[in-house]
């Protein structure tokens, strides 16, 4: 409250304004901005990366496109997965969201 009312004083005759004062709220949505929105997306992104790099044979995953199922082969950019009995589809890594493990069975 304070320093909303030091920004809306005018200053005395015969002095300027600093001009820090006047990027002091730019200055501070920037901060607040990175610290909610840009740094979470961030640590989001290297989780996301870092899950698709240790994919492993045997892993059970969910497709963008939602298509549950098994992988049979890990190669550099591409999955084969197996959704049903020597049923295989191939899927770019890019394409896997979550592992699912950490999933509560239905009922």
């Given at each position: 409250?304070?320093?909303?009312?030091?920004?809306?004083?005018q200053?005395a005759?015969g002095?300027?304004?600093n001009?820090l004062?006047?990027?002091l709220?730019?200055?501070?949505?920037?901060?607040v901005?990175y610290?909610f929105m840009?740094r979470?997306?961030?640590?989001?992104q290297?989780?996301t990366?870092?899950f698709r790099?240790?994919?492993a044979?045997?892993?059970?995953?969910?497709t963008?496109?939602?298509?549950y199922?098994?992988?049979?082969?890990?190669?550099e950019?591409y999955?084969?997965?197996?959704?049903?009995k020597d049923?295989?589809?191939?899927?770019?890594k890019?394409?896997?969201?979550k592992?699912?493990?950490?999933?509560?069975?239905?009922r």
């Amino acid at each position: 409250m304070l320093n909303s009312i030091l920004l809306m004083m005018q200053p005395a005759e015969g002095t300027e304004a600093n001009p820090l004062m006047s990027f002091l709220p730019l200055l501070l949505i920037i901060v607040v901005f990175y610290f909610f929105m840009i740094r979470p997306q961030m640590k989001r992104q290297k989780e996301t990366r870092k899950f698709r790099e240790a994919l492993a044979k045997g892993d059970k995953v969910v497709t963008t496109g939602g298509i549950y199922g098994k992988i049979s082969e890990v190669k550099e950019t591409y999955i084969m997965l197996e959704v049903a009995k020597d049923v295989l589809i191939k899927v770019d890594k890019n394409g896997i969201v979550k592992d699912m493990s950490d999933v509560q069975p239905q009922r």
